[in-house]
C-alpha cells in the first residue's frame, strides 16, 4: 500500500524563531523514527506563501499540522480547503516559563485551528506535548496508524460467502452500505460454489494442502479420513478464490450447509486462513470479519472471534468461545492446536484449545445502532493462562473495568453476540480510526 503523511509546521516569524528551530527540528527526528514514509518541507512554514508551495504538489493521506508558533484561521483554513484526509493537530508546549517573552504561543494557534477544523465539520484528533514525551509519541504513532488502516480499508475486498443463518443477521452486509462508510469493496458469492469447487479435486491435488494441515494441526489422523480429505478439498477452493480474487478478509456461512451438503465442517479451514493472515469469520457476520480485518492489519496478527459465553465477577473474567475457527497460532503451546470434533453435530475436523496468555489485548467490534447507524465496541484487558475452557476454542478475559458490569451493560445496549480479541493494546488506534470514519465508540 502506498501510503504518505505531511508535516505541516505553521507559524508567523514574529514570535522567538530560534526556540521554533529546535522544536521543528526534534519533530521531523520523531515522525521519521515512528514512519519514514512523512514528507517535511525544508523550512518552518512561516507565511501563507510558504504553506502554499509546500502544500501545493501534495496528494496526502494523513496530515500533522503543528502550530511551531502561533498562527492565525488563515492557515488552517488553507489547509483544509487544499486536503481531504485524516487530520492530527500538534500544539508544542512552552520551552521556557521565566517572566519573560512568550516564545511560541502554539496553544492560542491550537485554538485558532481547531476552531476552523470545526467549523468545517472535520473530525481531528489532537495531542499536546513536546516531542521528547512518550505521550506525544504514543499518540502521534497511534494516528498515523489509524490512517494507514483507513486507507488500507479503501483497498480491502472483503468476501460473503453465503448468507447469515435464520436469527443471525447482525452480521449481513451491504455493498453500498460497506463501501459508503468504510470504503471497503464486499464481493458475495454462494456456499455452494466453493462445496461444487470442492468436490471437483483430486486427492493428488490437495495432497499439499493435507500436508500444510498436518503442520499446523494436532491429531488430524485421528479424524475420519474422508472428513480429512473432504477439509482438503475445502481447504483448496477457499485458498484459490482468496488469492484469485485478491480477498483480504472473509466471512463464511457455516452450519447447516457443510454438515449437510458437503459433510464436512469448515471450521478448520477458516483457522488456516486466519492463520495466513486473511482474518475470517464464520456464521457468515461480515461485519465481525471487518473487524478482525482492523486488528489484524494493526498488530500484524491473527485476532480472535467468538461469542461471549461465561462471566466470572469473582476473577473480573469473560470467557469468548467459539466452534473451533480460531487461527492454529494462538494455540497453547502445551497443546498445539488439536483436531476434534464439531461440538454439535460430531463431525470433524474442528479446532480444539485454549488460547496462549497475552499481557494485553483488546476486546472490539463493528456493530450497528437500533437506527441502522454504525458504533465500536471498545474494551481492554489480559488473556490469562488458562486451559480449554469448552468444546471448541477459547479465551478467557480479565477485563481492565469490572466484568459483571461489561457483560450487563453491553447486553443491555443490545450488542452483537460475536467479538474479537485483538492480542495487543489497540484501544487508541481503534478509537482514532472511529473518529476518522465518523463511528461513535462505545467503551467499556
Request: aromatic residues 10%; hydrophobic residues 40%.
Amino acid at each position: 500500500m502506498n501510503f504518505n503523511y505531511l508535516y505541516i509546521p505553521i507559524g508567523v516569524p514574529t514570535f522567538h524563531l530560534e526556540s521554533a528551530q529546535k522544536e521543528f527540528d526534534k519533530s521531523i527526528a520523531l515522525l521519521k523514527s515512528l514512519d519514514d514514509s512523512v514528507i517535511v518541507p525544508d523550512e518552518m512554514l512561516l507565511s501563507l506563501d510558504k504553506l502554499h508551495a509546500f502544500m501545493d504538489d501534495k496528494q496526502p493521506d494523513f496530515i500533522i499540522v503543528q502550530n511551531i508558533t502561533f498562527a492565525n484561521g488563515a492557515y488552517m483554513s488553507e489547509v483544509v480547503r487544499k486536503f481531504n484526509c485524516p487530520v492530527l493537530l500538534w500544539t508544542l508546549k512552552e520551552p521556557v516559563i521565566d517572566g519573560g517573552r512568550l516564545r511560541l504561543n502554539s496553544l492560542t494557534g491550537a485554538y485558532s485551528a481547531g476552531n476552523v477544523l470545526t467549523a468545517f465539520k472535520r473530525p481531528y484528533e489532537y495531542i499536546f506535548g513536546s516531542p521528547e514525551e512518550e505521550n506525544v509519541k504514543a499518540k502521534i504513532k497511534s494516528t498515523i496508524q489509524a490512517a494507514r488502516l483507513k486507507k488500507a480499508l479503501r483497498e480491502l475486498n472483503i468476501l460473503q460467502v453465503g448468507h447469515t443463518p435464520q436469527g443471525f443477521g447482525f452480521g449481513r452486509a451491504l455493498d453500498m452500505e460497506m463501501m459508503a462508510t468504510f470504503g471497503s469493496n464486499l464481493l458475495s458469492i454462494e456456499a455452494r460454489e466453493l462445496i461444487d469447487a470442492a468436490k471437483s479435486y483430486s486427492d493428488e491435488e490437495v495432497k499439499s494442502y493435507l500436508e500444510d494441515a498436518n503442520e499446523r494441526i494436532v491429531g488430524l489422523e485421528k479424524i475420519d479420513s474422508k472428513n480429512v480429505s473432504d477439509f482438503a478439498r475445502l481447504y483448496k477452493a477457499y485458498s484459490e478464490y482468496v488469492q484469485k480474487n485478491n480477498i483480504g478478509a472473509l466471512s463464511s456461512r457455516c452450519w447447516p450447509d457443510f454438515f449437510t451438503a458437503f459433510g464436512t465442517p469448515v471450521c478448520s479451514v477458516l483457522a488456516i486462513l486466519n492463520d495466513l493472515h486473511i482474518p475470517s469469520s464464520c456464521e457468515a457476520d461480515t461485519y465481525g470479519a471487518l473487524s478482525m480485518y482492523m486488528g489484524e492489519f494493526l498488530t500484524k496478527r491473527p485476532t480472535f472471534f467468538g461469542d461471549p459465553v461465561s462471566m466470572d465477577s469473582k476473577e473480573n473474567t469473560v470467557t469468548f468461545w467459539h466452534c473451533g475457527t480460531a487461527a492454529c497460532s494462538l494455540a497453547r503451546k502445551d497443546t498445539g492446536a488439536q483436531a476434534g470434533v464439531h461440538c454439535n453435530r460430531k463431525i470433524g475436523p474442528t479446532l480444539e484449545f485454549g488460547c496462549k496468555a497475552e499481557k494485553e489485548v483488546t476486546i472490539y467490534r463493528v456493530g450497528k445502532k437500533a437506527d441502522g447507524t454504525f458504533r465500536m465496541f471498545l474494551a481492554t484487558g489480559e488473556a490469562l493462562d488458562k486451559p480449554k475452557q469448552f468444546l471448541g476454542t477459547s479465551i478467557v478475559i480479565k477485563t481492565d473495568t469490572s466484568a459483571e458490569a461489561l457483560v450487563n451493560n453491553s447486553v443491555k445496549a443490545g450488542w452483537e453476540p460475536h467479538f474479537v480479541v485483538a492480542m495487543q493494546n489497540i484501544a487508541s488506534e481503534i478509537e482514532a480510526l472511529c473518529n476518522m470514519l465518523g463511528i461513535e465508540v462505545e467503551k467499556y
